[in-house]
């Protein structure tokens, strides 16, 4: 459908804009490309159906393997059809069929990568604070008790999407963390 990622614009998506089939499966939303986080061209598309809805948006977070699928399976009643709990996520993924709820609004579940404090170019991070601004609800799983380290942590993240600077413009990416 797109050449190249980066040149997906919303308003080229508008004009030429054909319903949206919802699916009853994960459907990346974002992906990484030498180090940077793209959009799908289909989550784009399921996203622009949606864009006069009114949205509430829950995203699945914490450390590597520490069952934030499984519990995204549970909320939307397919645990052994829906995300692939067991594996290691790779970017954010997004249900493909938004739940209707009681007040009107639809919600989306987000499954995003498990933390990783190892891993080069601090990608898991991007893709946590990412998720974070696109949530209204954010689950932060841990395995075990919660204990000061796992606080420590969260707090770590919460501090690096405090440094985000958000823009409008055209090639602005969330990729430049401090």
Same mark, same amino acid.
Do not use: R, W
């Given at each position: 459908?797109?050449? +190249?990622?980066?040149?997906?614009?919303?308003?080229?998506?508008?004009? *030429?804009?054909?319903?949206?089939?919802?699916?009853?499966?994960?459907?990346?939303?974002?992906?990484?490309?030498?180090?940077?986080?793209?959009?799908?061209?289909?989550?784009?598309?399921?996203?622009?159906?949606?864009? %006069?809805?009114?949205?509430?948006?829950?995203?699945?977070?914490?450390?590597?393997?520490?069952?934030?699928?499984?519990?995204?399976?549970?909320?939307?009643?397919?645990?052994?059809?829906?995300?692939?709990?067991?594996?290691?996520?790779?970017?954010?993924w997004i249900w493909g069929k938004p739940i209707e709820l009681n007040n009107?609004?639809?919600?989306?579940?987000?499954?995003?990568?498990?933390?990783?404090?190892?891993?080069?170019?601090?990608?898991?991070?991007?893709?946590?604070?990412?998720?974070?601004?696109?949530?209204?609800?954010?689950?932060? +799983?841990?395995?075990?008790?919660?204990?000061?380290?796992?606080? %420590?942590?969260?707090?770590?993240?919460?501090?690096? *999407?405090?440094?985000?600077?958000?823009?409008?413009?055209?090639?602005?990416?969330?990729? +430049?963390?401090?």
């Open positions: 459908m797109y050449d +190249n990622i980066n040149e997906i614009n919303l308003e080229q998506t508008d004009k *030429a804009h054909t319903p949206y089939e919802f699916k009853e499966e994960p459907i990346q939303l974002i992906y990484i490309s030498d180090g940077i986080l793209e959009p799908t061209p289909e989550a784009i598309n399921l996203l622009t159906e949606l864009k %006069n809805e009114k949205l509430c948006i829950m995203s699945f977070n914490g450390p590597l393997s520490s069952g934030k699928s499984f519990l995204a399976n549970n909320i939307i009643n397919k645990i052994s059809s829906g995300f692939k709990a067991g594996e290691k996520t790779k970017g954010i009107g609004s639809k919600l989306l579940i987000l499954d995003c990568q498990g933390l990783d404090k190892n891993e080069e170019e601090n990608i898991s991070f991007k893709l946590f604070i990412l998720s974070v601004l696109l949530s209204t609800c954010i689950i932060y +799983n841990t395995e075990g008790e919660l204990n000061d380290n796992t606080i %420590n942590d969260f707090i770590y993240y919460t501090d690096l *999407a405090n440094k985000i600077n958000v823009s409008g413009g055209k090639n602005d990416k969330l990729n +430049n963390i401090d």
